[in-house]
C-alpha cells in the first residue's frame, strides 16, 4: 500500500480563506477588524521569523496585528505589564507570547497572565481545563490543525486506536484530550514508554510529536494507519519529521509530509483561533451573537 498524502498546505489555504470571509462579515457586522498581539522578547532569528511569519498572515485575512518587540533583558515586571495592558485593550483579541522566553523570565507565569478569552495559544489552565472537560475554550493551534487534517482526510476517530508519542503541552497532551472528546481511544506515549513501536503498532491513527529526526520507523505503522507528523527537525538532509516517512508511506493509507503537513496548519489555526476570541469578546459586550 502507498499512502495518501495528506496536503497540509492546501488545506491551510482553505482555512485562511474561510477565516478570511469570516473577517469580513465580523468588520461588517462589528465595525472593527478582530485584532492579534504578538509580543516576542529577545532576537532569537528563528522567533523572529514565526512572528514574521504570523504577523505577515494576519495582514493576508484583515486581522488587525499589533506588535511588541522588548528587549532580550526585559525584566520579568515589564513583561507581564505588557500582557497587562493588552489584557485590558478593547482592540485586542488575542495575545501571543512567543516562546522560548530568556532564562530571567518564568514562562508559566507570564502565560498565567494572558486573559483566558485572548489565550489564542491555548495554553493557559483555563483553556486546558475546558479542554479536558470537553467543554469550548480556545484550544491550542497545533493539535487543532491535526484534527482539521485527519476530519478533511477523512480519517475515522471514533472508536478509533490513536496512539501520540509526545505529552507537551503544546501538542500530545491537548491532541489527547481532543481525540478523546471525539471518541477515540487514546495512548499517550513518552521517553519513559517501554516497547514504543509495540504501542505505535496498534494505532489506526499514529501522531508523533517528539523532535527527533525520523525516530517513529516504517515497521513501527500499522497496514492501513493515518500517521501525522507534528515534529519539525532541521538537520543536514533539511527539513524532516519525527516519522521515517519513506517506509512508514508504504504501509499507512494516509501520511503527512515534512514540510508542507501539520506545519502550514498552526498559523492558520492561530488565525482561526484569533476570529473565533473577538466573535466571543463582540457576544459578550454587545449581549448578541456576531
Ligand atoms: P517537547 O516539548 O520537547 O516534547 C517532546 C515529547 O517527546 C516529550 O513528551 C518527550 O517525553 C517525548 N520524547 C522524547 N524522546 C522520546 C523518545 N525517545 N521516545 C518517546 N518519546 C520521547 O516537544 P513539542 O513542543 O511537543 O514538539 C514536538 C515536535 O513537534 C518538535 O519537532 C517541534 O518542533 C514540533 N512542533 C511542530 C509544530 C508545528 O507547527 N508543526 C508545532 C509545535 C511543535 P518526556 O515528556 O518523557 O520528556
Not at 480563506?17 to 462589528?30: I, K, P, Q, T
Not at 521515517?244 to 498552526?266: F, H, N
Request: glycine share 10%; proline share 6%.
Amino acid at each position: 500500500m502507498t499512502a495518501r498524502l495528506i496536503d497540509g498546505k492546501a488545506v491551510a489555504a482553505r482555512v485562511r480563506g474561510a477565516v478570511a470571509d469570516d473577517v469580513a462579515l465580523f468588520r461588517d457586522e462589528s465595525g472593527r477588524a478582530p485584532g492579534l498581539a504578538t509580543v516576542l522578547v529577545g532576537d532569537d532569528p528563528a522567533s523572529q521569523v514565526y512572528v514574521g511569519n504570523k504577523i505577515r498572515a494576519c495582514e493576508e485575512v484583515g486581522i488587525r496585528s499589533i506588535h511588541h518587540g522588548l528587549g532580550d533583558g526585559t525584566p520579568q515586571d515589564e513583561l507581564l505589564e505588557v500582557v497587562a495592558e493588552l489584557n485590558g485593550d478593547d482592540l485586542v483579541d488575542g495575545i501571543l507570547v512567543q516562546v522560548p522566553l530568556p532564562d530571567q523570565i518564568d514562562q508559566d507565569e507570564v502565560i498565567a497572565a494572558i486573559d483566558p478569552a485572548k489565550d489564542v495559544d491555548g495554553l493557559t489552565a483555563t483553556n486546558a481545563g475546558l479542554l479536558a472537560q470537553g467543554r469550548p475554550g480556545l484550544v491550542p493551534c497545533t493539535p487543532q490543525g491535526v484534527m482539521e487534517l485527519l476530519r478533511v482526510a477523512d480519517v475515522e476517530v471514533e472508536g478509533a486506536e490513536a496512539v501520540i508519542v509526545g505529552r507537551s503541552i503544546l501538542v500530545g497532551r491537548p491532541l489527547s484530550a481532543l481525540l478523546t472528546n471525539a471518541s477515540a481511544t487514546v495512548t499517550v506515549c513518552h521517553s519513559r514508554t517501554r516497547e514504543l513501536g509495540e504501542v505505535c503498532s496498534r494505532a489506526d491513527i499514529l501522531v508523533a510529536a517528539v523532535g527527533s529526526p525520523r525516530m517513529v520507523r516504517g515497521n513501527w505503522v500499522k497496514p492501513g494507519a493515518a500517521v501525522i507528523d507534528v515534529g519539525i527537525n532541521r538537520t543536514e538532509d533539511g527539513l524532516v519529521g519525527d516519522v521515517d516517512y519513506a517506509p512508514a508511506a508504504e504501509r499507512a493509507s494516509a501520511i503527512t509530509p515534512v514540510p508542507g503537513g501539520v506545519g502550514p496548519m498552526t498559523i492558520a489555526m492561530l488565525l482561526r483561533n484569533t476570529l473565533f476570541a473577538a466573535r466571543a469578546r463582540n457576544r459578550d459586550s454587545a449581549g448578541h451573537a456576531v
